[in-house]
Structures are given as structure tokens and as C-alpha cells.
């Protein structure tokens, strides 16, 4: 007991910054799946992938039959996704982190089966997977 006296700065300093490691993976939202598990979703057919960065980022290359609906515009634009509801929706962005945000939207607008690429186009591209441009 005396040792968690001494060195309560210690054990408080450890706790505060293993929480600071936790808190990304605490934040994520929606579903994700993985490069893997990506691939084998958009060569069943029966996937459609869209992706939330800026149309210049899209132009620059982005996955297979990928439709542009950037972030901001996606409330406005979800319409355009409508006839999809039955299929499986595959949100990407760069990182990873806004297609968590798309997949929420997406979720909220009544899209059953939304998944958000695991570390998105980076990690894409970092497997040497294929883009289109």
C-alpha cells in the first residue's frame, strides 16, 4: 500500500495516458471491415462503394465503380443512393475516419448493411491494391 502512496503522480500519470492510447479505438463509429473483407464485398457485385472525399481527391484515383458523393454533401445527396438500399454499402475516404461519419449518415437514412474501409484508401494503396482513375 505504501508503494501506491509514494507514487500515486506515477500510477495517475500511467492511467491518464492509456486512456489517451484507448480514446481513437473508444471513438470509432459504424462498422468496418478490413482490406480483406473489402475485396472479397466489391467482387461478389453485390457492393457499392462510395466515397466521401473531395471530387479533386476522387479524380486523383479511387477504388472500381466508386460513386464521388463528398462528406458534406452526402444529407443533401442521399437520395441518390436510394436504389442501393438492398445492397451492401462500402463508405471510403482517405484515412478512414470521415467514411466512419458516412456510415452513421448513412445508417440514420436507413441503409441496412453500411461498412467503412479500415484505414481507407491509404491503406488501400499501401497493399498495392489496384485504383481507378
Do not use: Y
Not at 83 to 111: N, P
Not at 117 to 128: F, K, N, P
Amino acid at each position: 500500500m505504501k508503494f501506491f502512496i509514494d507514487n500515486i503522480w506515477l500510477i495517475a500519470l500511467v492511467l491518464v495516458s492509456g486512456g489517451a492510447l484507448a480514446f481513437p479505438l473508444l471513438q470509432r463509429r459504424g462498422d468496418r471491415v478490413s482490406l480483406l473483407q473489402a475485396t472479397q464485398l466489391i467482387n461478389q457485385g453485390k457492393t457499392v462503394v462510395v466515397d466521401v472525399r473531395e471530387p479533386s481527391d476522387f479524380a486523383a484515383g479511387h477504388l472500381r465503380d466508386a460513386k464521388n458523393i463528398p462528406l458534406k454533401e452526402l444529407p443533401n445527396r442521399v437520395s441518390e443512393l436510394e436504389k442501393f438500399k438492398s445492397k451492401t454499402v462500402l463508405a471510403v475516404c482517405q484515412a478512414g475516419v470521415q467514411s466512419g461519419r458516412a456510415t452513421a449518415q448513412l445508417k440514420k437514412a436507413g441503409f441496412a448493411q453500411v461498412f467503412s474501409l479500415d484505414g481507407g484508401l491509404a491503406a488501400w494503396q499501401a497493399q498495392g491494391l489496384p485504383l481507378a482513375k
